[in-house]
């Protein structure tokens, strides 16, 4: 059995006669800490890198050293993750960092790295682009940056590295993927000198003295992808680079060899017309360098989301999709005749070239049928039964463990799954990812099935392609084989009828709800720092706010008691206790409602009430006195915005004045950073509009002129100031006209000369959060455009109902929310049942946990439970459809408390009750 990391140290520990240290073992990283071990804030630190072969050997030469000298480290907590951290996919700038040392001063780091580079000469290891190296081609690296974690939020409200200057102020430690030492950091070995290049600085970059790099197309840990212009023939060309040790397997294969093998089955299928042809191979500093034909056009991913973009309705016409399917079926036959599985063949692997004629590329996945081959692919493309041979879901390039025998290569029905998911993206924009179930899983095709189900009635190209769909994505002996497609396609497509819209079957969404809430409460962890656990992808943030943390869900408890909930009673008691608590430890207090303080007041305000809790309640609102006001940002998610929205929401629930006040102050505060702003959105309503907003950085809700418009607009409305009206009425008309029309729908831009797509349909970006404030915008003006616009928002929320992700800020929970917002305010029926096909749509996408049915969060593999970015913000859709209410974390239409005893109506949205009466929102 191979020696783990942790024998190794303990080893090392044994031989000194080492006592009193402690080896601490995490998700990622074993910390080995000496005796009264007290870590420096920050300075130079070493790191050693490896791979997933060499690291024990590294380990072996290095441990002693750092015994020897009682220096704190820590190292990969076993061979997977050492796996992770150097395959092609890890994060460029971290990758390859195997064992941190933490030495106690400059001098022990002068002697620790000669020492640590003898004792590991000649092993491999991969370069730490963040880092510089001791000497080269030594694994050992330097760099400067914090020790110990920072406590520190940023501005934008998530815990970052700081380091602090000789002057006390305080920078980001930044992790580039280049050595970005503080300017005031003094280097502690003398710097090398720079190698001749022969190349003046600014000039060209010219490789193998024949291809001038014109740009770079994308960076990997891999290497980069260049466009290049050959100088012998003045054409254009693809130039793909391999760093050394990357992707290492333990056959000493890493990520060069893989780009050697893809331009030996490039060669092979080029010929058959399906794939660029090889120009040459080479090596030029250790790196190798793949030249190719350059294939002028996009990929599959990008010419789906444009043409649906530019289609009226946003569909993929049927004889365009079924054209595509015939060539994507043959192309795949002749990789199969030419003795190939491709393994990971997916929307970004395809290239479109002119005449809409696909082309496979990086086929570096592609394997004999013959040979063994570590498991590789693309979960949501590639066949889950192939993926399902990992050990560990996600780790695609590594080796399945130290010294493990690939496993033989797949059949070529893997392939015909990832057709079949590749044509159901490209047909509808759905990604088919489906988060894994916990045993007993269900088949991966029913699953598909589901999906295609919810997505068929809005999209013929689907409806005339779903056998065939269905037939590839099968499991077991059902699935399609190539030539049964293929028989299939020498039809021609049958005009499928137009179905009703997918709606939830019985009690769907009641179990949701209940499954939903009965997670929470079995993951919850009162003890901990997070109140519900973090999933690892998202960022470090204030563990009390809305976005990721407890305020969130703590709303939406609150929101389920006050709906006849009364199992989640304990569980909010709970909830708002811990929340209690955490608000009075020391740290930075942000303004924001989403990313700051102020969401966490008005949820703990909100659900102090709701149980009854008059004292929890007056400790909320004092807390929320205290929320410093002075921001620079205007925002709803990190700024004045949101942190108005919470002092006017308090002000109706407590009558209190104070808070009517600051929200007055947030106000102005917000108009003099958008009014005085040198740049922000282009205002193209002209100059009888008023255009104090024009100063925001970008049109959507989140952090946008939508959001800023919605605070004013409440504000202006509630407390008798006209002019904050008349200011989020001129955004409006702005609003409406930077609206691109999609047919009988409307896109926005994300901002002014964004390059990002014109047809985002978010909440925080794009058509769902500019809706969410025309309607409210036309409640209060009575303006028809308003309406107008804010219903063609809604037709492209629903339109996107299937191929947008889950969550409520990036996603089909939040978009719905605009769907019974309009329903609230016109009385149409029709939004309310388009909103229930939405939550139809989130209902095929359900995982199944420990029996119960859970909506993933929107990285589409996990559950988390956040309101903004996960469960959270689902179930608070799902209480507000069956049990009705206003929309959370909006003030809409309500007035003071004490100054009425009735509930009160104005252009459909609810006003407040009297005070003392609990109400969602």
């Given at each position: ?34 005796p009264?071990?007290a ?5 130079w ?6 791979t ?12 002693p ?8 480290f820590?190292?990969?907590v ?7 951290l ?15 040392a ?11 790295a ?21 000497r080269?081609d ?28 000789p ?19 003094r ?11 022969g ?5 060209p ?26 100088r012998?023939t003045g054409e254009?060309?693809?130039?793909k ?5 990357i ?10 060899h893989?780009?050697?093998y ?32 350059l ?5 599959l ?7 649906m973009?530019?289609h ?29 599985v ?7 692997n ?9 082309v496979?590329?990086?086929?570096e996945?592609?394997v004999?049928v ?8 693309t ?7 192939y993926?399902?041979?990992?050990d ?10 130290q ?16 057709l ?7 047909t ?6 489906l988060a ?23 999209a ?10 269905l ?22 497509p ?12 019985p ?6 709800l ?15 720092e ?70 966490a ?11 009854g809790?008059?004292e ?22 990190h ?13 109706h ?22 009014t005085?702003?040198e740049?922000?959105?282009d205002?193209a ?17 989140g952090?946008g002129?939508?959001g ?14 006209p ?8 955004a409006g ?21 964004r ?7 978010f909440w ?13 915008l ?18 492209l ?22 769907l ?7 009385g ?6 388009q909103a ?26 996990d ?20 049990h ?24 459909g ?11 969602d929102?």
């Amino acid at each position: 059995m191979t020696e783990s990391y942790q024998a190794i140290v303990g080893n090392a520990l044994g031989r000194r006669s080492a006592t009193g240290w402690t080896l601490r073992d995490g998700e990622t990283w074993c910390m080995v800490t000496p005796p009264r071990h007290a870590p420096r804030q920050q300075g130079w630190k070493l790191h050693l890198s490896a791979t997933a072969a060499s690291a024990a050997d590294v380990l072996r030469g290095a441990a002693p050293v750092l015994v020897a000298h009682a220096c704190a480290f820590k190292c990969a907590v076993s061979p997977r993750v050492t796996a992770e951290l150097t395959s092609v996919r890890a994060p460029r700038a971290q990758s390859g960092k195997f064992l941190t040392a933490y030495p106690v001063d400059d001098d022990q780091l002068r002697v620790l790295a000669e020492e640590l580079h003898t004792a590991t000469l000649g092993l491999a290891g991969p370069a730490i682009l963040s880092d510089r190296r001791y000497r080269p081609d030594s694994v050992v690296h330097y760099r400067y940056g914090c020790f110990a974690r920072p406590r520190e939020l940023n501005d934008e409200g998530i815990y970052e590295s700081r380091l602090q200057a000789p002057d006390g102020t305080f920078v980001a430690d930044e992790r580039n993927p280049w050595f970005s030492p503080p300017p005031w950091a003094r280097p502690p070995f003398a710097e090398p000198a720079p190698a001749p290049s022969g190349r003046r600085r600014g000039a060209p970059v010219l490789l193998a003295g024949r291809y001038v790099v014109r740009e770079a197309i994308r960076h990997s840990n891999r290497g980069g992808v260049y466009r290049a212009r050959d100088r012998r023939t003045g054409e254009d060309v693809l130039v793909k680079e391999a760093r050394p040790h990357i992707g290492a397997t333990a056959d000493g294969k890493d990520a060069r060899h893989w780009l050697r093998y893809e331009a030996d089955v490039l060669a092979r299928l080029a010929p058959l017309g399906i794939a660029p042809a090889v120009g040459e191979v080479f090596e030029s500093g250790g790196h190798v360098f793949l030249v190719e034909d350059l294939i002028d056009g996009e990929s599959l991913q990008r010419w789906t989301t444009d043409r649906m973009a530019r289609h009226p309705e946003g569909l993929i016409p049927v004889p365009v999709a079924w054209r595509l399917a015939r060539e994507l079926t043959r192309l795949v036959g002749l990789a199969h005749s030419a003795g190939f599985v491709l393994r990971d063949l997916k929307p970004g692997n395809i290239m479109m070239a002119s005449g809409d004629t696909p082309v496979l590329v990086d086929m570096e996945c592609a394997v004999r049928v013959d040979e063994r081959a570590h498991v590789v692919g693309t979960h949501g493309f590639t066949a889950p039964e192939y993926l399902e041979r990992l050990d560990r879901p996600g780790a695609l390039d590594g080796p399945a463990g130290q010294g493990d025998e690939p496993p033989p290569a797949p059949g070529p029905e893997v392939d015909c799954y990832s057709l079949g998911a590749t044509l159901l993206y490209a047909t509808t924009g759905i990604v088919p990812l489906l988060a894994e179930d916990s045993p007993p899983r269900r088949a991966a095709g029913d699953r598909i099935a589901a999906l295609v189900d919810t997505a068929a009635p809005a999209a013929p190209a689907l409806r005339a392609l779903a056998p065939l769909v269905l037939g590839l994505t099968a499991d077991g002996p059902g699935r399609w084989p190539l030539e049964k497609a293929a028989a299939f396609l020498r039809g021609e497509p049958v005009g499928k009828p137009v179905s009703a819209g997918p709606q939830p079957p019985p009690g769907a969404l009641g179990r949701l709800l209940a499954d939903g809430l009965a997670h929470l409460a079995a993951t919850a962890d009162p003890a901990g720092e997070h109140l519900w656990p973090k999933p690892r992808s998202a960022p470090s943030t204030d563990p009390c706010n809305v976005q990721l943390g407890a305020a969130g869900v703590l709303g939406v408890l609150a929101r389920a008691v006050r709906s006849g909930g009364t199992a989640a009673e304990p569980l909010l008691r709970t909830a708002a206790g811990w929340l209690d608590r955490r608000l009075t430890l020391p740290g930075r207090i942000l303004p924001g409602l989403y990313f700051g303080r102020s969401g966490a007041a008005w949820a703990l305000h909100d659900a102090a009430r709701t149980l009854g809790d008059e004292e929890t309640a007056l400790r909320a609102g004092a807390y929320a006195l205290r929320i410093p006001l002075a921001s620079r940002n205007p925002d709803v998610c990190h700024g004045l915005a949101g942190a108005g929205l919470a002092q006017l929401h308090l002000w109706h629930t407590t009558g209190d004045r104070r808070f009517a006040d600051r929200a007055s102050s947030c106000a102005d505060a917000l108009l003099r950073l958008t009014t005085g702003a040198e740049h922000g959105v282009d205002w193209a309503a002209g100059p009888e509009h008023r255009r104090e907003l024009a100063g925001s950085a970008l049109y959507g809700f989140g952090h946008g002129v939508a959001g800023n418009a919605a605070f004013l607009l409440a504000a202006g409305r509630d407390l008798a100031r006209p002019d904050l009206v008349d200011i989020a009425t001129g955004a409006g008309h702005a609003l409406c006209a930077v609206a691109e029309p999609r047919g009988d729908a409307a896109a926005w831009p994300k901002g002014p000369g964004r390059a990002e797509r014109t047809d985002l349909n978010f909440w925080c970006h794009g058509a769902s959060g500019v809706g969410t404030f025309l309607v409210r915008l036309w409640a209060v003006t009575g303006h028809a455009p308003f309406l107008e616009h804010a219903d063609r928002a809604a037709r492209l929320v629903y339109r996107d109902r299937c191929r947008t992700g889950t969550s409520s800020c990036h996603g089909a929970a939040g978009n719905a929310q605009l769907l019974l917002d309009l329903a609230d305010a016109t009385g149409e029926a029709r939004y309310r049942a388009q909103a229930a096909e939405v939550a139809a749509c989130l209902y095929a996408r359900a995982v199944r946990r420990d029996g119960r049915l859970l909506v993933p969060d929107e990285t589409l593999r996990d559950v988390g439970a956040g309101y903004h970015v996960g469960l959270a913000g689902v179930l608070d859709l799902l209480l507000r459809l069956e049990h009705g209410g206003g929309r959370s974390w909006l003030v809409d239409a309500r007035r003071p408390a004490g100054t009425s005893t009735k509930e009160t109506h104005v252009d459909g949205i609810p006003r407040a009750r009297t005070p003392g009466t609990a109400r969602d929102g």
